[in-house]
């Protein structure tokens, strides 16, 4: 038997476990998943013990991506570009860290978007999403690639990471506001917006340009307020759902070398959020 999980902090409320069981079932793999709320000092200690219990498999969320880079046995290179790691391969007591949310976000967007040659690219915030959908998309081929964040600094920071692969600015919120009537893609990366704070909205879109794609990390609801603004405006939406499911279905694959039903794993998902 295969035991798999994902570590953070809360991390009672993810629907990773939901998910992957599912999938497991389905496949008829006896294997489990499950969710290990990790305090922060603890981290160590934890993935210690996943040699020691031969877990064989981790997801890594927040706010553990960056730190748990210490205490693995190798970084591959997709991780080492993005500077952190969503996924734990445990392979004979040798943890192997990886991160598939850039790639995953890639797989969700590419059915909604022609090409990412001659796009350009805003993000809005500068966490570890931001950085893991930098990094992607700029060694994709993105016009620009911009980066505003309520603190400049750190998306100055994220802008400065990604410039190798892509030429790129930090703004402000209201800089970006002003300016995004510039923007092909619009990619909110924070928080604002998500269940139970509905309504909140990262950013004003009265500068929305006409056939925009808007595009926001966050399933729950299916439909923030950016995305129904948008649409309103005759914008592409695009929600978080896609990004979830792919990089699960990534890792899912990487840990048991079976490619699992990507349509599959996106109706239990939706499902549960009562879409």
Same mark, same amino acid.
């Given at each position: &038997? ?5 570590? $953070? ?9 939901? &998910? ?17 709320? @990790? ?5 160590? *200690?934890?993935?210690?013990?996943? #040699?020691?219990?031969? @877990? ?17 046995? !190798? ?6 570009? %993005? /500077? ?22 890639? #797989? ?18 500068? $966490? ?10 700029? #060694?994709? /081929? ?36 002003? #300016?995004?009537?510039?923007? +092909?893609? =619009? ?18 879109? +009265? ?17 923030? *307020?950016?995305? *129904?603004?948008? !649409?309103? *405006? $005759?914008?592409? %939406? ?20 079976? !490619?699992?039903?990507?349509?599959? &794993? &996106?109706?239990?998902? =939706? ?5």
């Amino acid at each position: &038997m295969g035991i798999y999980g994902v570590i $953070g902090y809360p991390v009672a409320h993810s629907m990773s476990p939901l &998910m992957h069981n599912r999938e497991f079932q389905a496949l008829q793999l006896d294997h489990y998943y499950t969710a290990f709320s @990790i305090h922060p000092d603890d981290l160590e *200690k934890a993935i210690e013990s996943v #040699r020691l219990l031969q @877990i064989n498999g981790l997801n890594v969320t927040i706010p553990h991506k960056v730190k748990v880079m210490e205490y693995l046995d !190798e970084i591959d290179e997709e991780a080492r570009l %993005i /500077g952190a790691v969503n996924t734990i391969i445990n392979r004979d007591g040798l943890l192997i860290g990886t991160n598939t949310d850039g790639e995953g976000y890639l #797989r969700s967007l590419l059915p909604i978007v022609d090409t990412l040659h001659s796009k350009n690219v805003i993000l809005i915030g500068a $966490g570890g999403a931001a950085r893991a959908i930098a990094t992607t998309l700029a #060694r994709h /081929g993105v016009q620009t690639l911009d980066v505003a964040n309520r603190t400049v600094a750190k998306a100055e920071a994220l802008v400065k990471h990604i410039n190798r692969f892509a030429g790129g600015k930090a703004l402000s919120l209201s800089d970006a506001e002003e #300016r995004l009537s510039y923007y +092909d893609i =619009i990619i909110n990366t924070t928080s604002v917006g998500m269940s139970p704070n509905v309504e909140e909205s990262p950013i004003r879109l +009265d500068h929305l340009k006409t056939g925009a794609v808007v595009s926001d990390l966050i399933y729950n609801p299916l439909k923030t *307020k950016l995305l *129904k603004q948008a !649409e309103a *405006k $005759g914008a592409i %939406i695009h929600n978080g759902v896609g990004m979830f499911v792919h990089q699960g279905a990534l890792a899912f694959q990487k840990w048991t070398g079976i !490619e699992p039903n990507i349509e599959r &794993m &996106m109706d239990t998902v =939706i499902k549960k959020l009562g879409g």
